[in-house]
């Protein structure tokens, strides 16, 4: 892959974890991963991934602001973590 091409993947990736809610977040970064490893394995798809993130790039960015203004925390949706004692 090219630089533009990864520099685009770190984008989105980073724009993704903006997010707080835990299943938007890991929505976004599961996505890209598939369809940029999905480019490794077939470089012809190259013009078509670029547009699509390009685009997909601006509605995460402006949906982390508006998901994030209004976020309630809810920790239903994350598993529970058991501490060790000791």
């Known amino acids: 892959m090219d630089k533009s091409v990864l520099k685009l993947y770190k984008s989105i990736l980073r724009a993704g974890n903006q997010f707080k809610d835990y299943n ?3 929505y976004v970064i599961r996505r890209a991963k598939q369809d940029f490893r999905e480019l ?3 470089p012809d798809l190259k013009t078509q991934v670029i547009d ?3 685009k997909e790039l601006e509605i995460v960015r402006r949906q982390t602001i508006v998901q994030n203004l209004y976020f309630q925390s ?3 949706n994350i ?5 060790c004692t000791v």
């Open 24 to 26: 938007f977040r890991e």
């Open 40 to 42: 490794k394995i077939n």
């Open 52 to 54: 699509k993130y390009t």
């Open 74 to 76: 809810n920790n239903n």
């Open 79 to 83: 598993p529970e973590q058991k501490q």
